[in-house]
C-alpha cells in the first residue's frame, strides 16, 4: 500500500510537466442539492486525462537502462496518450495495445506523441493480455494502467491540488474502472481528512468493482458494454480491491443514459467536454444516487478524450428527450402540393425544420404515398403537444422517431 510521502514524491516529479488543473464552484448542482459542490476540471489536463500523472511517475521512477529498453502499455485511449507523452519526454520508445474498435481520434492522439500502436482485442482486458505478453517477449517494461504503486501515487497528486484550494471537504465522488484513480485519491484524501467520505461510481454496464466490493472478494464480469469507455474494466484486481475495500466508503452505478444526460449537462452549464467516465460522479448526482444535503463535495471530471461521433449522438438523443426536437415520419399523398400543405403546419407553429428526407419506394408504403422523415426544432412539451394535435386535425398519419 502507498502513502501519502509516496504521493509527495510524485508530486515533485510532475511539478513543471502536467497543469494543475482548475476548480470551480458548481451553482447549479449546488442549489439543485442544496450542497456546496465543486468540478476538479481534469478534462483540461494535457492529453486530456488525469491519467498522464500516473504514467510519467512510472516512467520517472525507471532506470536508464529500463527506459532505454522501451514501454509497452495496453490502453483504451486515456492511458494511452499518458504514456506516449511520458515517453517522448524522456525519448523512451514506447508501444501501445488498443482494442481494435478504439476511436480513430484516439489512437491518432497517442501516434501524435510518437508512440507505435497495435490494435489487438475486443476489449481493453483483451487488449491487457496481450500487452503483458508483447512486453516479457521483447524484454520492454509494462506500464498497468492502475495496479502499480508509482501509478498510483501519480494519481493521487490529484487529491493533493484539491486539498491545496478546497477546504474542509466532506466527500469526494469518484470514478472507478480499476480503481488507480480512487485509490490515490482515497490514500491522499483520507491521511489529511480522517473524515472524510470517498464515494466510487461505476457504470452499470462494467459493474466488477462494485460487485467486488460488496461481496469483498473479486467478481469478474462476462462483458462490458458501456459509453464510459474510460472505465470499461471487466476484471477486478485482487490488489485494487484491497485498496478499495480499505478506503473507499460506498459505490454507486450509473446506467448509460444517465451518463449521456450528465455529459450533456456539463456542456450545456459549464461549457466543459467531459467523456463518459469524467461524467459519471456528475450523473450520480443528477440521478439521485448519493445524498450530498448540507456537505462540500468535489467531483473529479477525469477526462474529456471523447469521441466527436459519439458526442453528436448524446447531443442528438438529448435534444430530444428534453423536447427540443421531435423526429417525425409522416405518410403523405405521393402528389403536388403534399409536402407544402406539411410545412404549412409546422410554419404556423414556428417549428423550424432542420432535416428533411422524402421516401416513395419503401415496399411498407401503399401505391400513391410517400413518407417524409423529418426533424424540427421544438421549445418543450407543450409546443410538440400542439404539433401533434394540429396533425390529426389535419388528418396526418404519423409515428414519432
Not at 501501445?96 to 490494435?119: F, H, Q, R
Not at 476489449?123 to 493480455?129: A, L, R
Not at 495496479?147 to 466532506?170: H, R, S, W
Amino acid at each position: 500500500m502507498i502513502n501519502i510521502e509516496k504521493i509527495n514524491e510524485a508530486k515533485n516529479r510532475l511539478e513543471g510537466i502536467i497543469r494543475v488543473t482548475p476548480i470551480a464552484y458548481a451553482p447549479i448542482l449546488s442549489k439543485q442539492h442544496k450542497a456546496d459542490i465543486y468540478l476538479k476540471k481534469e478534462n483540461l489536463q494535457l492529453t486530456g486525462s488525469f491519467k498522464l500523472r500516473g504514467a510519467f511517475n512510472k516512467i520517472a521512477t525507471l532506470s536508464d537502462e529500463e527506459r532505454s529498453k522501451g514501454v509497452v502499455a495496453a490502453s483504451a485511449g486515456n492511458h494511452a496518450q499518458g504514456v506516449a507523452f511520458s515517453s517522448k519526454h524522456f525519448s523512451c520508445d514506447a508501444t501501445i495495445v488498443m482494442p481494435e474498435a478504439t476511436p480513430l481520434t484516439k489512437v491518432t492522439g497517442v501516434k501524435s506523441y510518437g508512440a507505435d500502436v497495435i490494435l489487438h482485442g475486443a476489449n481493453y482486458d483483451e487488449s491487457y493480455k496481450y500487452a503483458q505478453q508483447y512486453s516479457k517477449k521483447h524484454d520492454k517494461s509494462f506500464v498497468h494502467p492502475f495496479a502499480d504503486d508509482e501509478v498510483i501515487a501519480g494519481q493521487g497528486t490529484l487529491a493533493l491540488e484539491i486539498f491545496q484550494e478546497i477546504k474542509n471537504i466532506d466527500i469526494i465522488i469518484v470514478p472507478i474502472g480499476g480503481g488507480g484513480l480512487i485509490s490515490g485519491i482515497a490514500t491522499a484524501a483520507k491521511t489529511l481528512n480522517p473524515n472524510l467520505k470517498i464515494i466510487g461510481v461505476v457504470a452499470s454496464g462494467a459493474p466488477a468493482m462494485k460487485e467486488s466490493f460488496e461481496a469483498k472478494t473479486p467478481i469478474d464480469s462476462l462483458s462490458v458494454k458501456t459509453i464510459a469507455d474510460g472505465i470499461a474494466v471487466r476484471d477486478t484486481t485482487p490488489r485494487m480491491l484491497d485498496y478499495v475495500l480499505d478506503l473507499v466508503d460506498e459505490i454507486v452505478e450509473v446506467e448509460d443514459n444517465e451518463i449521456a444526460s450528465a455529459i450533456l449537462f456539463l456542456l450545456e452549464q459549464h461549457k466543459l467536454v467531459v467523456e463518459g467516465a469524467g461524467a459519471v460522479g456528475t450523473a450520480a448526482l443528477m440521478h439521485n444516487k448519493i445524498n450530498v444535503e448540507g456537505k462540500k463535495v468535489v467531483l473529479p471530471l477525469s477526462g474529456g478524450n471523447i469521441d466527436v461521433t459519439m458526442l453528436a449522438q448524446i447531443i442528438e438523443k438529448g435534444l430530444v428527450k428534453s423536447s427540443r426536437k421531435m423526429n417525425l415520419v409522416v405518410t403523405l399523398i405521393d402528389k403536388p402540393g403534399s409536402l407544402k400543405g406539411l410545412t404549412n403546419i409546422f410554419e404556423e407553429l414556428n417549428a423550424n425544420i432542420v432535416q428533411i428526407d422524402y421516401d416513395r419506394n419503401s415496399v411498407s408504403l401503399d401505391f400513391g404515398d410517400a413518407n417524409i422523415t423529418i426533424g424540427i426544432e421544438t421549445k418543450g412539451d407543450e409546443h410538440q403537444n400542439n404539433i401533434r394535435e394540429q396533425l390529426k386535425i389535419y388528418g396526418y398519419r404519423f409515428k414519432e422517431l
